[in-house]
């Protein structure tokens, strides 16, 4: 078969399992409503939607994620369109698939193990860092009731970042020199605070959910799955959770007002649960739909060229 042949394949079968996600996302998801809006969708269109990203890799998957988000919203609109929202749909195709080229061919105990020192590692910063924190009395409250700073905070010199931080431990010495000389203190140090402690311990906690549903997954599809199991959660929960936080910031930044007037993380972690439980369910049948595909002697020759 000839590379152009390939090509017009790949786009055919793309476009059939983009026509089918549409239909599904048409008829089969319910949206639910989030602090007012319509911020969580649930469905079985990313069984297909997802892919072209794992059968043809990355320019595939950012295309078909465009035009799946375009195109399902012409079907069946919800609020204004935002072509920021089409922009990350197209980024967490590519995603998907880049990520899925490089783990498909690497070794499962490899990525097992791996996906084990991360989770080890990320949880223990993060514990270490809110010990360490909380240990130094800094929170989001620090600068409210700091005295030293309070005294000073019209003058911020190295001396009175000294001063304010004499006897802390590295990260908070580090958190208050970042911050102490910005327009709003509090809130960069709450920023700072959530990403060096939540940030990393749920980044160790995704290691872990990682972990889990590949033990359990790995049995319930053993003998029938075409695909490891570890590689392509990687794959999709990594990506789940990029776009997944990009369209919780432009959502609440742009769209929804509502959204505003909450916490970054209140609005943004049911967001990620239902995205993390979306990608298990989709991850397992995605392995097995893959089977009946690779299956076809018609498409054999095609899947073996990309």
């Known amino acids: 078969m000839s590379k152009q042949a390939k090509h017009i394949r790949a786009i055919t079968v793309s476009a059939i399992l983009l026509a089918i996600a549409l239909v599904l996302r048409t008829v089969l998801t319910i949206d639910i409503p989030l602090f007012g809006e319509n911020g969580v969708r649930i469905g079985v269109s990313g069984i297909f939607s997802m892919m072209p990203s794992i059968l043809f890799g990355p320019v595939y998957g950012c295309i078909t994620g465009a035009l799946g988000d375009l ?3 012409v ?5 204004a369109y935002m072509p920021l929202l089409t922009l990350t749909a197209a980024l967490g195709g590519a995603l998907r698939g880049a990520l899925w080229l490089a783990l498909r061919n690497r070794g499962t105990r490899g990525i097992r193990a791996g996906t084990l020192v991360f989770t080890l590692l990320m949880l223990s910063l ?10 130094d009395g800094i929170d989001s409250g620090f600068y409210g009731s700091n005295e030293i700073y309070l005294a000073n905070a019209d003058a911020i010199t190295p001396e009175v970042t000294e001063a304010i931080t004499d006897g802390m431990g590295l990260i908070g010495r580090m958190l208050v ?5 910005a327009k709003d203190p509090a809130s960069g140090l709450t920023a700072y605070i959530v990403s060096m402690t939540y940030g990393l311990i749920g980044s160790g906690a995704l290691g872990l959910v990682l972990l889990i549903v590949d033990f359990i997954v790995s049995r319930l599809a053993a003998g ?4 490891p199991i570890a590689q392509l959660l990687i794959a999709a929960l990594v990506t789940g959770m990029v776009t997944t936080t990009l369209n919780t910031v432009v959502l609440r930044e742009m769209l929804f007002t509502s ?8 609005v943004w972690i049911p967001r990620a649960v239902e995205e993390v439980l979306a990608n298990i369910v989709n991850v397992y049948f995605i392995s097995l739909l893959y089977g009946v595909i690779s299956r076809q002697r018609s498409l054999q020759s095609l899947l073996a060229g990309f």
């Open 177 to 181: 020199q970042r911050t102490v000389t």
């Open 259 to 266: 959204w505003k007037l909450l916490p970054f993380a209140v």
């Open 75 to 79: 079907l069946k609109p919800t609020g």
């Open 126 to 135: 993060g514990i270490g860092n809110a010990v360490s924190l909380k240990a």
């Open 71 to 73: 195109m399902g919203f």
């Open 224 to 227: 029938r799955a075409a695909l």
